[in-house]
């Protein structure tokens, strides 16, 4: 798994000394989709396996068997990082902030003229 | 020359078409949903290789339509390995025959992409990367099963030691080898075998697996020569069974 991104780790074809060290029970894993090159990857849904290798094959015919594909990502699910549930409420009033919003600026001025003029 | 490249094509694709059959009949009752998705994906793209060799042998070499060479065929006028026409066992046996089968699969379609044969070079260019996924797929679970519990090791080295055999009937040649080979259609079998071992040591090593010692007598031949396994039989009387029901019809 060796590549030009340090970062990043890359299923390759060549057999590798050295076996990833396996669960014996499956675990999940998180599976992310790119469809082209450049584009975002985008979170598509859960594969299980025992270890990162198998993850990604198996992501491959179920995330991938279908339509565009130019790779994939996948994520140990327990490596993967949130908030609790209870703590929803820190996003709850952020919709209603739309000064936030770039095109809110945009279409500002003709949302007041066609809301004033509603009023009369 | 037509003759070799027919027999060359015949081979291949029976080859495709009934591994791909016998994988199928995994579908719905795989290990695992993933696996079970992966593999009938898999066994899919076989009967697609099969498909598309076919088309060649009809629209280049003058041979039947596919669908007449896929189920309207008898028994005695396939090509492919006994290998292939094996039941599928238990999954370690499945598994140890997709390692066995498609590391020859990925080489062999390797050296066609240089073939002199342009149908087959360009057919070679574009599944090469089926295959390739097909080969990950199977080295991933055997170097797992190779390195999981003492039952799935012992599962499949048994397996290994149950297939070797049968898997060395892939390269069984026909008299049209020398032709292809000064032909420059195919590099030839003995040269297959040989990068197919260099291969699959090192996986199977890894995989904490002993390989099985070569006897000469025991390798199970006779495919190419069309003849075959108990096995095919029942699997053709299956595979064809609709078609047969009326063998006119318009699909």
Not at chain 1, 90 to 105: G, I, L, N, V
Request: charged share 30%; hydrophobic share 35%; net charge negative.
């Amino acid at each position: 798994m060796n590549t030009l991104d340090p970062r990043i780790k890359r299923l390759s074809l060549e057999p590798s000394a050295e076996v990833e060290k396996t669960n014996s029970h499956l675990i999940t894993y998180e599976v992310f989709h790119q469809e082209k090159r450049g584009k975002h990857v985008t979170h598509v849904g859960v594969v299980h396996a025992s270890n990162p290798e198998m993850a990604l094959v198996m992501a491959k015919e179920v995330f991938g068997r279908r339509g565009k594909t130019t790779n994939l990502w996948v994520v140990k699910t327990s490596d993967v990082y949130t908030f609790g549930s209870d703590d929803e409420d820190m996003f709850e009033t952020t919709p209603e902030k739309t000064f936030r919003d770039p095109a809110y600026y945009k279409v500002r001025d003709k949302i007041e003229k066609f809301q004033s003029k509603q009023k009369v | 020359m037509s003759n070799a490249l027919k027999n060359l094509l015949y081979k291949m694709a029976d080859d495709a078409l009934i591994i791909g059959h016998r994988n199928s009949e995994w579908t719905g009752i795989g290990p695992m949903l993933e696996e079970d998705l992966a593999f009938s994906s898999m066994a899919q793209d076989k009967i697609g290789h099969a498909q598309a060799l076919y088309k060649i042998l009809n629209e280049v070499l003058g041979e039947a339509d596919p669908d007449t060479l896929a189920f309207k065929r008898e028994e005695k006028q396939f090509k492919c390995c006994q290998f292939v026409e094996q039941p599928i066992g238990e999954y370690d046996f499945s598994i140890v025959r997709q390692f066995l089968f498609d590391h020859a699969e990925l080489i062999r379609y390797d050296m066609l992409t240089q073939s002199s044969f342009q149908p087959l070079a360009q057919l070679a260019k574009k599944v090469k990367g089926e295959i390739k996924y097909h080969v990950m797929h199977a080295d991933t679970f055997v170097k797992q099963l190779g390195n999981g519990t003492e039952e799935s090791r012992a599962r499949l080295q048994s397996s290994l030691n149950y297939a070797w055999h049968l898997s060395l009937g892939i390269f069984e040649k026909s008299e049209f080898e020398n032709e292809l080979i000064s032909e420059n259609i195919f590099v030839g079998e003995d040269e297959l075998k040989k990068r197919w071992q260099e291969k699959i040591i090192p996986i199977l090593e890894v995989a904490n697996l002993k390989v099985p010692a070569t006897d000469e007598s025991k390798i199970v031949y006779g495919g190419r020569k069309a003849f075959h396994s108990e096995f095919l039989k029942p699997l053709l009387d299956e595979m064809c069974e609709v078609v047969r029901t009326d063998i006119d019809a318009e699909w």
